[in-house]
């Protein structure tokens, strides 16, 4: 029943991407505020996840899962019922705090449970699988909710969700801890943050700014000094949040890189895409769900298969071959993008990126959890999601930006010369549904030109995002294929020094915890 965290969290995922459209209109939220809605989540969820993963670990696993539970519930329901798009960044920003709560107690509570090295790639392909399941409901319940009811109904659809997953929990999961975990790092957590925050302010940022204006280079040398630091004070702290010492095991650091990689293309695409499929093709939002899900299907299917690919072509490999078709998926949908494409065009990429993610997640997922001791299971599962969230937010951030630099450039050169109110120009440029918006106020064969003209330099905007992620992705390919091991288990005969110091740290206190890790 941990997987119910999972779902909510990619239910409300790709809810929210079906919904965006619908905020522009309802809320006239701009193509950067868009971007901070999806992000703000990421980015306090992937600051403070190791951070509530070391609280798991000292103070209970069952019990973290269930307070993180509350409080993405309570935000949830601050979330629907918002007024405007800051008040909704703001819960969206609780929200993340609640999942950095929930995640890695749920996939450490599987670590701890499945203790069989196959029995655990097992249960985490089924942990990913729920990743594919909350993609195929999530587009399909927020295009039947969008029809029916207010937009916030998109978030108080976690509600129920959430109960039932407490309730279960609550009954079904047993509790575990090591009472010998070190102790929480609050300042590491404030400090990545803030460095994540500021890098992504400049990325979203730069398209309205100018990305050569001092405020968004000072800003993006700012969130480099403040990365910096963290990670000089994770290297001297007495107690940090990320062991910088794992990073030197490949098989934690190349699988979380990969990770990263395939994430940033697979987020960075829907989010772009469900504004293709309702802007630019003019789906509804329940029409637009049902056309996301090839990439589910895929994914749902794939995940659960992984580990058998992985024990016949090795983890290498099969990480690879994902990375490897994501990258081509999205590589095709570039290539057909234009003011004339149909859905029919970019099905075959899709499935593609349905299948990368598949083969991906899973397989990463457990060389990340499999290459820490049992006792650290609640940082390794932490440091998993970071990998997640970190390469999803700079996805969105990125391809955003990307697509909203070349949006305005191409509406800036269409408009050259027109008469236009200063207004009406910052709503146009702002994003496509203001553009659309501005079109049909004007009517005529002024709107219908100003429409297609907004249509043409979005899709334009939207190639050369994708190819931008197709190019991350296929570097994943080279990194993976470069850096990570072959077969990669707990129980490999050669776990490396620093898996191996920890390793002799956690059998220390296992009469205590009742964990018993295996020799290597």
């Known amino acids: 029943m941990v997987c119910v965290s999972a779902l909510v969290v990619n239910v409300d995922n790709t809810i929210l991407n079906v919904a965006l459209p619908t905020l522009v209109r309802q809320l006239h ?74 995640i890695p107690a749920s996939l450490s509570i599987i670590n701890d449970v499945f203790r069989d090295p196959t029995e655990r790639a097992r249960a985490i392909g089924a942990w990913a699988g729920t990743i594919g399941l909350g993609i195929a409901i999530g587009p399909i319940a927020g295009g039947l909710l969008l029809a029916n009811f207010w937009w916030g109904s998109v978030f108080l659809v976690n509600v129920p ?17 090591n009472p010998a975990a070190e102790q929480p790092d609050p300042a590491g957590g404030l400090l990545s943050v803030a ?48 062991r910088l010492e794992l990073l030197s095991d490949r098989r934690f650091s190349i699988a979380a890189a990969g990770e990263s990689f395939g994430t940033f293309g ?75 494409t149909t859905y029919g065009a970019v099905v075959p990429g899709m499935l593609l990126i349905g299948l990368g993610a598949g083969l991906l997640l899973p397989t990463a997922t457990n060389s990340v959890v499999g290459s820490v001791p049992q006792g650290d299971s609640g940082i390794g599962s932490a440091s ?27 509406m800036t050169a269409a408009l050259a ?19 659309l918006a501005a079109a049909d106020r004007a009517g005529g064969a002024t709107g219908a030109l100003l429409a297609r003209a907004a249509r043409a330099a979005f899709m334009s905007g939207n190639k050369v995002s994708l190819a931008v992620g197709a190019v991350v992705a296929l570097a994943g390919v080279f990194l993976v294929l470069a850096g990570l091991p072959s077969r990669i ?32």
Not at 384 to 409: H, I, K, M, P
Request: with cysteine; aromatic share 8%; charged share 10%.
């Open 29 to 102: 939220a701009t193509s950067s505020e868009l971007q901070w809605i999806v992000d703000s989540y990421a980015m306090v969820f992937a600051g403070l996840l190791l951070v509530g993963g070391s609280l798991a670990d000292r103070f209970g696993r069952k019990r973290f899962f269930l307070i993180g539970l509350t409080v993405f519930a309570g935000a949830s329901t601050g979330a629907g019922f918002s007024g405007s798009v800051g008040l909704l960044i703001a819960w969206r920003a609780v929200m993340g705090m609640g999942a950095a709560l929930t």
């Open 161 to 177: 969700i959430v109960v039932v997953g407490f309730v279960a929990a609550l009954v079904l999961v047993p509790d575990s801890k």
């Open 195 to 242: 460095g994540l925050g500021l890098l992504l302010w400049a990325i979203i940022e730069a398209p309205t700014k100018g990305w050569a204006s001092g405020q968004v280079i000072g800003v993006g040398l700012a969130s480099l000094a403040v990365l910096g630091t963290f990670v000089v004070w994770e290297a001297r702290s007495r107690h940090p949040m990320l």
């Open 266 to 340: 697979l987020l960075g695409a829907l989010f772009v895409q469900t504004q293709f499929l309702q802007f630019d093709l003019g789906y509804s939002p329940l029409q637009a769900g049902l056309r996301i899900l090839p990439i589910a299907i895929v994914l749902v299917v794939s995940a659960p298969l992984s580990p058998v690919v992985a024990r016949f072509v090795g983890i290498k490999c099969t990480a690879a071959a994902g990375l490897a078709a994501i990258a081509g998926g999205l590589w095709q949908v570039s290539a057909v993008s234009s003011a004339a």
């Open 384 to 410: 998993n999601a970071v990998a997640l969230q970190v390469g999803g937010a700079l996805g969105v951030a990125v391809f955003g930006s990307v697509l909203s630099t070349r949006y305005q450039d191409r």
């Open 417 to 435: 010369g027109r008469h236009v109110p200063t207004a009406a120009m910052q709503t146009i440029l702002g994003s496509l549904g203001g553009a």
């Open 489 to 520: 288990s707990r129980s490999s005969p050669d776990p490396g020094p620093v898996a191996g110091r920890r390793e002799r740290r956690a059998r220390r206190p296992s009469s205590a915890t009742g964990f018993k890790v295996a020799k290597p």
